[in-house]
């Protein structure tokens, strides 16, 4: 009875919620689609999210579990992820809803202590320098961003001869905890405010080396520190160094094994020049690592791959494993930073020979943001066919500002103007929109791959420029990329701040601290219009724990005592971050927001892991009056949001200051 009531609130409900129609069609009408890269979703009712029928239904035939690998130990290719889309479908109904049954069935078998141990045993092969690991003195700093690393990482270091009390963990970060509480995003990728805690215990404990892995620890990123601050690597720069000593040490082991490279088509083509001056295979695949893993594991039998690695920080550095591991690459990296340190030489120097030796290179990796899947089409199709898209004749742009465009690789339709019969050797799909053009000019070479990402509304462009020595800032590569921007004649779609170009690796945070939230708004979104103004990549405005201070000086206009004696007060914070900006330009921000601060806030300037504190004593009186306005006109019209009158009084501050 229970039962058919339900059913019938079942039907009536679309009929009478008008207004949620589209959100149930989302849910109930669209499938979770089951992939290479396993099942990918939000956690939530309806057959488009992941929930307990989902998962289900998606690994009633296969092994469960969010990867999915196949017999050769890599992650499934097409077409198995069709077959098993096919069974899945063919399957909808769960055959029981008894959570016992996974430790019951006999076609469940938990390999997990005979599996570690072996790969324990598998990657500790691969150490070359056990004893003078463990004469290595110097402090390092772990976190596993509070996911799974810490006990494979700790025991790996020691596997490798590397004494405990030296590898020091991130204490914060170093349990599982899927609140992940002291990080908004728990991606060492994410750069300098994931990795603060880190920055902190490196400076307590004295290690100049800093090793973080994603939760799931299949992917690694390093930091050092140079120059006063800590130098975040990019993927491209990690792989290029490891690439290039474990070359050295393939050469001086004396074998006779041929080696190979591989690389992600969207990373960088540096290894590809190490490997034609040494006259070895390189060879790049598609993004993912069910790709290199496919790749490396088809080369097996006839090449020792050194390395396979994609730019963003995932890396395969034995042959051990067949799929991305930040932990093995953390102890391998451990190692060369050992045999670097015995030299007298650090990562940066060593980062720097390799460039010396193989050709200078610069980056710039961006995206444009587009929901549009038409839109992203039609821009896609303008860059291939030019304006009229209707005769579909190849119009590919033929240069670049000074760059002539040597060939281009389109994925999307399967062309390659590098190839004979203009097939591309990679694998092509009409569902993703993808193009790769190389160009030159004199002795400088550079490719741009610009693609749509498969979980997220964005357009990616991964680029970079080899040149013949190091006086390129970057700014010739961010040119190119720009112009290819340019090309996208959708002036709906804007333009993100990202990054500039990881040769200048220079990021400046500024943290405003006071006692009234609403004014702190303010000054936050100031802050980050000023930075858009400037034409700067700056971050969306972070709101900080509040904090109960005890304070004994009382001095401001927002805090009203007779006397200095001791009272606490709650402070409050708000943290803009600027991204990657150059010293000039980050001077310039920091110069601008400070002068037409008031009195009574506190400005906290963080450049990595290095804080200078400064309150701000001088206002200029058109600033004042503007933020007496600002004030005022806070106490009027409560019908209106506060913080939207607060985002366009900053606006017209700003507009004010610019006149």
């Not at 589209?22 to 057959?47: I, P, S, W």
């Not at 010396?356 to 710039?364: D, I, L, M, P």
């Not at 790769?436 to 004199?442: D, E, L, V």
Request: charged share 25%.
């Amino acid at each position: 009875m229970a039962e058919s009531y339900l059913d019938s609130l079942v039907q009536q409900y679309p009929n009478w919620d008008k207004k949620n129609y589209d959100r149930l069609t989302e849910l109930l009408t669209h499938k979770l689609q089951f992939g290479t890269a396993g099942l990918r979703a939000e956690m939530g009712a309806g057959f488009s999210r992941m929930n307990d029928l989902t998962v289900l239904q998606a690994t009633q035939d296969h092994v469960p579990g969010y990867k999915v690998y196949w017999d050769n130990g890599c992650q499934i290719i097409p077409p198995l992820d069709a077959h098993i889309s096919q069974h899945i479908e063919e399957n909808q109904k769960p055959w029981d809803w008894n959570y016992d049954l996974v430790n019951s069935n006999p076609l469940v078998v938990d390999v997990y202590e005979q599996m570690t141990e072996e790969y324990f045993k598998a990657i500790s092969l691969e150490c070359k320098f056990r004893k003078e690991n463990f004469d290595f003195d110097e402090k390092v700093s772990y976190t596993a961003m509070h996911g799974v690393g810490t006990l494979y990482a700790k025991r790996m270091a020691k596997e490798f001869g590397f004494k405990e009390e030296n590898f020091v963990c991130v204490k914060e970060q170093c349990d599982p905890d899927p609140a992940f509480p002291t990080v908004e995003y728990p991606n060492p990728e994410e750069g300098k405010g994931a990795m603060a805690l880190a920055f902190e215990t490196a400076s307590k404990c004295g290690a100049k080396l800093i090793l973080a892995n994603d939760p799931d620890a299949d992917r690694l990123s390093i930091s050092e520190w140079q120059n006063e601050i800590f130098r975040i690597f990019s993927g491209n720069e990690i792989g290029s160094m490891l690439g290039v000593y474990l070359y050295k040490q393939h050469v001086l082991s004396g074998s006779t094994t041929p080696v190979a490279f591989l690389a992600s088509t969207v990373s960088s083509k540096f290894l590809q020049r190490v490997a034609s001056k040494h006259g070895f295979h390189f060879e790049e695949t598609l993004t993912g690592f069910k790709w290199l893993g496919t790749k490396a594991k088809e080369l097996a039998s006839t090449n020792k791959v050194l390395l396979a690695y994609e730019e963003a920080i995932g890396f395969m550095a034995t042959n051990a494993v067949y799929d991305k591991d930040g932990v093995s690459a953390l102890a391998i990296v451990m190692e060369m930073y050992a045999w670097l340190r015995r030299q007298d030489k650090t990562l940066s120097q060593f980062l720097d020979e390799c460039f010396q030796t193989y050709g200078f290179v610069t980056s710039y990796n961006c995206y444009l943001k587009c929901k549009d899947v038409e839109k992203i089409k039609t821009m896609f199709e303008k860059l291939r066919y030019g304006q009229d898209t209707d005769e579909r004749q190849l119009k590919y742009p033929s240069s670049f500002g000074e760059f002539q465009v040597d060939s281009v690789r389109d994925l999307t339709i399967g062309y390659d103007s590098s190839t004979s019969d203009n097939v591309p050797l990679l694998p092509t799909s009409s569902s993703t929109q993808m193009i790769t053009f190389h160009f030159s000019k004199g002795d400088q070479e550079g490719v741009v791959t610009i693609r749509t990402s498969g979980t997220e509304p964005k357009i990616k462009f991964y680029s970079e420029l080899v040149g013949r020595d190091g006086s390129d800032d970057g700014s010739t590569i961010q040119r190119v990329v720009e112009e290819i921007q340019g090309k996208f004649t959708a002036e709906s779609i804007p333009k993100l701040p990202t990054p500039q170009p990881t040769h200048n690796n220079i990021s400046c945070k500024l943290e405003f601290q006071g006692f009234m939230p609403d004014h702190l708004d303010f000054y936050a979104y100031f802050a980050r219009y000023s930075a858009h103004a400037l034409g700067l990549p700056c971050s969306p405005i972070i709101h900080l724990p509040t904090a109960t201070k005890r304070w004994t000086i009382v001095k401001g206009p927002f805090v009203h005592a007779k006397s200095k004696e001791n009272f606490e007060q709650k402070t409050h914070k708000r943290s803009v971050e600027l991204f990657d900006a150059n010293e000039d330009m980050r001077e310039k921000w920091i110069e601008y927001v400070e002068k037409n601060l008031p009195d009574g806030v506190d400005l906290k300037i963080v450049r990595f892991d290095w804080v200078g504190e400064g309150d701000v004593k001088s206002v200029i009186e058109k600033a004042k009056q503007e933020i007496k306005e600002f004030e005022e006109s806070g106490k009027k019209g409560a019908n209106v949001p506060f913080h939207v009158k607060v985002e366009e009084r900053a606006k017209e501050f700003l507009k004010h200051l610019g006149s």
